[in-house]
C-alpha cells in the first residue's frame, strides 16, 4: 500500500507561480512512475504530467512549456512547477504512483483556483 500526500495549492491570480508537493509514504525508487492529474469542474480527470522512475518525463500538449514536473527521490517527493497560471488550470490536482505490481494508487488531491 502506499499514501500520497499532495499540499501546495491555493488560491492564485492569474500569471502567478504555483509548486505542488507529492509525498509518497515509500521509497520512490520503487515506483514506476508518477504523475499529476487534474480534474476541472465538470470535466473528467486527465494526465497532466508524469516521470518515470529513470526520470523521463511527459506532459500534455496543453501544459509543454507551462508544466515542470521533477522528483526529488531522498525525500520520496514529486514536484509540479506551474507557470503563468491560467483561469483554466482550476482544478483539483491529483497525485498518482502506479508500482512494479501495475497497482495505482493516488491521493486526495489539492485544489488550484486560479483567478482572472
Known amino acids: 500500500q502506499v499514501q500520497l500526500v499532495e499540499s501546495g495549492g491555493g488560491l492564485v491570480q492569474a500569471g502567478a507561480s504555483l509548486r505542488l508537493s507529492c509525498t509518497a509514504s515509500?521509497?520512490?525508487?520503487?515506483?514506476?512512475?508518477m504523475g499529476w492529474y487534474r480534474q476541472a469542474p465538470g470535466k473528467e480527470r486527465e494526465l497532466v504530467a508524469i516521470?518515470?522512475?529513470?526520470?523521463?518525463?511527459t506532459y500534455s500538449d496543453s501544459v509543454k512549456g507551462r508544466f515542470t514536473i521533477s522528483r526529488d527521490n531522498h525525500k520520496n517527493t514529486v514536484y509540479l512547477h506551474i507557470d503563468s497560471l491560467k483561469p483554466e488550470d482550476t482544478g483539483v490536482y491529483y497525485c498518482a504512483a502506479e508500482l512494479e505490481n501495475g497497482s495505482l494508487w493516488w491521493g486526495q488531491g489539492t485544489q488550484v483556483t486560479v483567478s482572472s
Open positions: 516521470i518515470t522512475r529513470g526520470g523521463s518525463t
Open positions: 515509500t521509497n520512490i525508487f520503487s515506483i514506476d512512475f
